[in-house]
């Protein structure tokens, strides 16, 4: 069953075309890899599929309860709330609030408890803060961050910050992750074991994820398909075994005639 739909999707700022004419077909529960040299047009697509930019022309379609419905037009927190989250290329947390807290906060738009029962502090909003804990405290585990659950956010090691970023974003309860650059920045244990924990919150939580990575033996270590860019134009997709051997990524990557 295909989860997200893209068709013609352009994104153009002025006379410049960041994206131009993509299609992309992702199904339910697969781990999909988007790759590209620098400048390829990655992030804007990733931009356009969670409601960052409108696009120029296209469609996006999001399965919302078995029924494909247009997301392209639709501000970020109304897509956040069908189904997709993100990390980005530069981390984004609440560095002066405890590792918790930042996972707490996710969790916002998912609280059904009034305002006034916050500001008379009935038994309801106790239940409900207690459930968010809990379930944030279980999230934490799920990234291997519970012995920090108490620890400020800008106190955690550089690799340990992308493991709480996409803790936050698993606190939204996604049906589609977006990773942007996960392992940016990462040293090769960081990025082993990052890896390894892609893997794990997929099979766990059952997620479509789509990411964004330059380190190549990531990306051909999980992914089962893989969607190339350059120039704003999808290039090749297909396996990790098509695409190594693909002359037009090849040439894309090193700038040169592949068949020299």
Do not use: W
């Not at 012995?147 to 910050?161: C, M, R, S, T, V």
């Not at 992308?162 to 698993?170: K, N, V």
């Not at 390894?196 to 999980?222: F, P, R, Y």
């Not at 051997?245 to 990557?253: D, F, G, L, P």
Request: aromatic residues 4%; proline residues 3%.
């Amino acid at each position: 069953m295909s989860v997200l739909k893209v068709t013609g999707l352009t994104k153009n700022f002025g006379g410049l075309s960041a994206v131009s004419n993509v299609n992309m077909e992702i199904e339910q529960g697969e781990l999909i890899g988007l790759i590209g040299p620098n400048g390829a047009g990655k992030t804007t697509l990733f931009n356009l599929l969670t409601g960052v930019y409108e696009p120029s022309e296209g469609t996006i379609e999001l399965n919302v309860d078995g029924i494909m419905t247009s997301i392209g037009s639709k501000k970020p927190y109304v897509i956040s709330k069908l189904g997709v989250s993100r990390t980005f290329q530069n981390i984004r947390l609440f560095k002066e609030l405890t590792v918790l807290d930042n996972v707490r906060i996710a969790m916002h738009q998912s609280v059904k408890t009034s305002v006034l029962s916050s500001i008379l502090r009935l038994p309801s909003f106790y239940q409900e803060e207690a459930e968010l804990e809990k379930r944030a405290r279980e999230l934490l585990k799920t990234v291997n961050l519970e012995e920090h659950a108490d620890d400020l956010a800008k106190n955690l090691p550089y690799g340990k910050q992308r493991r709480l970023e996409i803790a936050r974003a698993l606190a939204t309860d996604p049906k589609v992750l977006f990773l942007d650059e996960p392992a940016a920045g990462m040293n090769p244990q960081e990025t082993s074991e990052l890896t390894q924990l892609i893997h794990e919150i997929k099979e766990k939580v059952h997620l479509t994820i789509i990411l964004i990575e330059h380190d190549m033996s990531l990306v051909m270590s999980i992914c089962e398909r893989i969607y190339v860019l350059d120039y704003g134009r999808c290039i090749a997709k297909g396996t990790p075994d098509q695409i190594k051997t693909n002359k037009r990524v090849i040439e894309a990557y090193l700038g040169e005639d592949a068949s020299c």
